[in-house]
T-cell receptor
């Protein structure tokens, strides 16, 4: 079975901290994605990557950056966390058909 | 990628067929229709996809109209565990980006 693993299920960070959310997939997928999900706003695409070291902005990239040094790992970075980045973060990976999602990281910034 | 329109919510009785509609009137020839669902507190799960022919798998059936401007996801015998938000997505062949809309919140009632 394809597995997409996010490093933390719950995370609490302070305003101004640099935060790393890690995502690892085990199926050699080319594409990886980071989303955030907020009540009433649905799933919004932050960044995606279609190959190692390749990245593209999604719909809401402001305040975030990403890193893809290895094919299996896609990291989301909050350079200076703010309270409006409190959210559920979901990672996914895919080839060209179905995408597989991780269980999500609920991040709270206080 | 073409935009999709789905009703915000639907109800269905347990044991009945649940029919979830999706409009995608601006779909182009090489774009596929995908369906995902998200059960509360979990990441989205792939259900099915198709281009122009009807498709069926162990989870659901997908009926795409001849003009491809709309489709229907059918859950043949809905159970309480099918209560979820269902997303219809149009995605081009070879496209990397995967964008979700607001989806339909389906509630299965006992």
């Amino acid at each position: 079975d394809v597995k997409v693993t996010q490093s933390s299920r719950y995370l609490v960070k302070r305003t101004g901290e640099k935060v790393f959310l890690e995502c690892v997939q085990d199926m050699d997928h080319e594409n990886m994605f980071w989303y955030r999900q907020d009540p009433g706003l649905g799933l919004r695409l932050i960044y995606f990557s279609y190959d190692v070291k390749m990245k593209e902005k999604g719909d809401i990239p402001e305040g975030y950056s990403v890193s893809r040094e290895k094919k299996e790992r896609f990291s989301l970075i909050l350079e200076s966390a703010s309270t409006n980045q409190t959210s559920m973060y979901l990672c996914a990976s895919s080839l060209w058909d179905e995408a597989f999602f991780g269980q999500g990281t609920r991040l709270t910034v206080v | 990628d073409a935009k999709t329109t789905q009703p915000p919510s639907m109800d269905c009785a347990e044991g009945r067929a649940a029919n979830l509609p999706c409009n995608h009137s601006t779909i182009s020839g090489n774009e596929y229709v995908y369906w995902y669902r998200q059960i509360h507190s979990q990441g989205p799960q792939y259900i099915i996809h198709g281009l122009k022919n009807n498709e069926t798998n162990e989870m659901a059936s997908l009926i795409i109209t001849e003009d491809r401007k709309s489709s229907t996801l059918i859950l043949p015998h809905a159970t309480l565990r099918d209560t979820a938000v269902y997303y219809c997505i149009v995605r081009g062949q070879g496209a990397q980006k995967l964008v979700f809309g607001q989806g339909t919140r389906l509630t299965i009632n006992p």
